[in-house]
Structures are given as C-alpha cells and as structure tokens.
C-alpha cells in the first residue's frame, strides 16, 4: 500500500519538515511506500523529496495521501483534484492581521490560507490538528471527522554532540533566556526583550538573553534591532538559524525558556525545553496552554515588572525550579514516540476500513 505526503514548503529545521519526515520514517518501517511530495523543496532537502507535479501514475493510484496543510499553496489545487483518500493534518495558520504593516504580501498568503482550509471540510476523510487547539479549529470550520496527532519529535539530536563553542562562550554563572522560533510579529520578541530588560536592569544584570531562529521580514527585523537600541539593553543575541549541534547547546546552557507568542498551532520549542530540563514561562495564548497541559508556568496578562519577578524566581528558587521541570517532564509521555505512533496507526487503519 502506498502512503504519500504533501505539504507546501520542506526546508531544513522546520519544525512541520521535520514531523513530514519522522512520519515518513514510521511509515517505512511499518512497510508501506511512502514518499514526500511538496511545492518549495530548499536546495538542502531535495534528497528528501519530489515536486507534488511529479504524483502521478502509478505512483498516485491507490495511495492514501497525508496533506501537511499550513498555508495557501498550488499544492492543495493539487490534493483538491484528485479522488484519493485524504488525511488532512492541521498545522494551523497564522492569521494575517499580525503582519499588517510588516509584509503586506504574506498577510495576503496567510488570509488566503485561512479561507483555503473551509474548501477541504467535504473532501477529506479525516482531519487531524497536531494540538487540541487545532482540532476544535477544524471542528468549529465544519470538519465531520477530526483527532489530534502532535508533532513527532526526535528528541535524541538534542543530546548527540552539542556545540562546543557556545558551551565554552556562555555556559557560566550567568542567567541565560532563551525563546526559539523564527523572528515575526505574532511572536512578540519585542515583549521577550522588554521582559529581558526590565530583568537584566532591576534584577539580575548577570544575564542573556538568545533569540534563536531565523530572521526575514525586513521591517519586523529593523523593529526589534531598533528596539534594543531605543532600551539600551545588552547581551541580546540574536543568533540567526542554528545548527542542530547548536540548538543542543542552547538548550543545555538555558536556565529558562520565555515565550510571550500571541498565536502558535503547537509550538515545538516547549516540548524541546521539556525534554532539556528546562522551565517554560509563555503567554496563555491559542496552542500554548494545550501543548504545556498542566506544566510550565503561564502568563496571563503581559506586565513586564511581573514576569521580571516570575523568571527570577524560576531561575532561583529551586524548590519551584524543579517542581516546575518534574511536571514537564510528566507532559512529555504525552508526546512519547511510540504513544503517538500508535495514534498514527490508528488513523491509518481508520482510512484503510473505510469506503
């Protein structure tokens, strides 16, 4: 039997990319044909997948076809075409309005996107969001039938080799903060920073803060890089895209994970920072209080004098410090591997017993 997925983009480090590939692998193991289609293929993963205009023939009858839907794309003209059987997995969308200002064109995109998605309610088998969060999403856009199946991580690159250049140059007495995840506005960096400065200034001068993650919308990268400046505040370091190796050592140097994101589908960086020992202090928003479960600490309300206090106490009260890592170390048999293998079983044998 032949299973295939699609998806719009695969690029090296994405965290869907990533989960497109951990599926592949599961489902090879368990026997099937199974290749990636996609639109954008970057340079560095072209060993890893086809153009979604080379699905055809053979290759495409009688395959059962994985859709990875995150954004408008010709891919889904394409899954929207044929009469395969069609599981739909949700990685969500983020709503335009957040780059209104920033980048007119991908507000566009992404609008689209969100309205592409109601085109699919009555040509899918099954649809499943990869958080709770997304699943009442396709609920509530009128999908009859919908599940939940996380990102499929594999946590062992975070303990191969980390980099030993950046545990030589940070892995000290200093308080080190971290959030990872590509530099756009519905991720608020700026509030990250705000909440590092109002720490760094009045609580302990003896910290950094690391932004990991790709940069690329021009005016939202001059904002922040301005911003620093207008604060004053130093040790901000914004790293760019990391190596796996390097993102190891991060983690492993990290005494806290902040995140202040105002829309995320999953967010991968808090199942990473679980898996590191690593506290995470986030902004109760879409995904986030889904995927922390009853871990992490949640912030309610964005009053940066407050959050000071918070990370303070995160960094240096160990009593909570390790009540707080326990509890996430508990959330992660959530995303336990063979857990959500058995899930991904069990949505396949859904489409193969149904006509």
Same mark, same amino acid.
């Given at each position: 039997?032949?299973?295939?997925?699609?998806?719009?983009?695969?690029?090296?480090?994405?965290?869907?990319?990533?989960?497109?590939?951990?599926?592949?692998?599961?489902?090879?193991?368990?026997?099937?044909?199974?290749?990636?289609?996609?639109?954008?293929?970057?340079?560095?993963?072209?060993?890893?997948?086809?153009?979604?205009?080379?699905?055809?023939?053979?290759?495409?009858?009688?395959?059962? $076809?994985?859709?990875?839907?995150?954004? #408008?794309?010709?891919?889904?003209? !394409?899954?929207?075409?044929?009469?395969? @059987? %069609? =599981?739909?997995?949700?990685?969500?969308?983020?709503?335009?309005?957040?780059?209104?200002?920033?980048?007119?064109?991908?507000?566009?995109?992404?609008?689209?996107?969100?309205?592409?998605?109601?085109?699919?309610?009555?040509?899918?088998?099954?649809?499943?969001?990869?958080?709770?969060?997304?699943?009442?999403?396709?609920?509530?856009?009128?999908?009859?039938?919908?599940?939940?199946?996380?990102?499929?991580?594999?946590?062992?690159?975070?303990?191969?080799?980390?980099?030993?250049?950046?545990?030589?140059?940070?892995?000290?007495?200093?308080?080190?903060?971290?959030?990872?995840?590509?530099?756009?506005?519905?991720?608020?960096?700026?509030?990250?920073?705000?909440?590092?400065?109002?720490?760094?200034?009045?609580?302990?001068?003896?910290?950094? $803060?690391?932004?990991?993650?790709?940069? #690329?919308?021009?005016?939202?990268? !001059?904002?922040?890089?301005?911003?620093? @400046? %207008? =604060?004053?505040?130093?040790?901000?370091?914004?790293?760019?895209?990391?190596?796996?190796?390097?993102?190891?050592?991060?983690?492993?140097?990290?005494?806290?994970?902040?995140?202040?994101?105002?829309?995320?589908?999953?967010?991968?960086?808090?199942?990473?920072?679980?898996?590191?020992?690593?506290?995470?202090?986030?902004?109760?928003?879409?995904?986030?209080?889904?995927?922390?479960?009853?871990?992490?600490?949640?912030?309610?309300?964005?009053?940066?004098?407050?959050?000071?206090?918070?990370?303070?106490?995160?960094?240096?009260?160990?009593?909570?410090?390790?009540?707080?890592?326990?509890?996430?170390?508990?959330?992660?048999?959530?995303?336990?591997?063979?857990?959500?293998?058995?899930?991904?079983?069990?949505?396949?044998?859904?489409?193969?017993?149904?006509?």
């Amino acid at each position: 039997m032949k299973i295939h997925q699609l998806l719009p983009c695969l690029r090296h480090g994405d965290a869907i990319g990533n989960h497109t590939l951990e599926i592949q692998r599961i489902l090879r193991q368990w026997g099937y044909d199974s290749e990636i289609y996609a639109d954008d293929i970057h340079a560095d993963m072209r060993a890893f997948a086809k153009s979604y205009m080379k699905l055809r023939g053979s290759a495409l009858r009688d395959a059962i $076809l994985l859709y990875h839907f995150s954004v #408008g794309s010709p891919v889904s003209e !394409f899954v929207k075409s044929v009469p395969n @059987k %069609k =599981l739909l997995i949700y990685h969500n969308i983020t709503p335009g309005h957040f780059f209104k200002g920033y980048e007119d064109y991908i507000r566009q995109v992404l609008d689209n996107g969100r309205e592409e998605l109601h085109h699919f309610v009555n040509l899918c088998d099954l649809a499943v969001g990869d958080s709770e969060y997304n699943r009442i999403e396709l609920e509530e856009a009128g999908f009859p039938r919908t599940g939940v199946l996380p990102i499929i991580l594999d946590f062992d690159k975070y303990s191969r080799s980390p980099d030993a250049l950046v545990l030589q140059r940070f892995d000290d007495d200093w308080a080190n903060l971290m959030f990872v995840g590509r530099l756009a506005p519905n991720k608020c960096q700026e509030d990250i920073i705000h909440a590092f400065y109002v720490y760094k200034q009045y609580v302990n001068p003896k910290s950094r $803060l690391f932004l990991v993650g790709l940069g #690329g919308i021009e005016r939202y990268d !001059f904002m922040l890089q301005e911003f620093i @400046k %207008k =604060l004053g505040v130093k040790d901000v370091y914004l790293t760019g895209k990391v190596s796996d190796d390097e993102l190891a050592a991060y983690y492993q140097i990290a005494d806290l994970l902040l995140c202040m994101s105002e829309h995320e589908g999953f967010n991968v960086p808090m199942v990473e920072a679980m898996h590191a020992g690593v506290p995470v202090l986030a902004y109760n928003s879409t995904s986030i209080p889904y995927t922390l479960g009853e871990s992490g600490v949640l912030i309610n309300d964005k009053r940066y004098d407050e959050i000071a206090e918070m990370i303070d106490l995160l960094v240096t009260n160990q009593t909570l410090r390790e009540a707080v890592i326990a509890a996430q170390r508990k959330r992660l048999d959530y995303f336990d591997r063979a857990r959500l293998e058995q899930t991904l079983k069990s949505y396949i044998a859904e489409l193969t017993t149904t006509n």
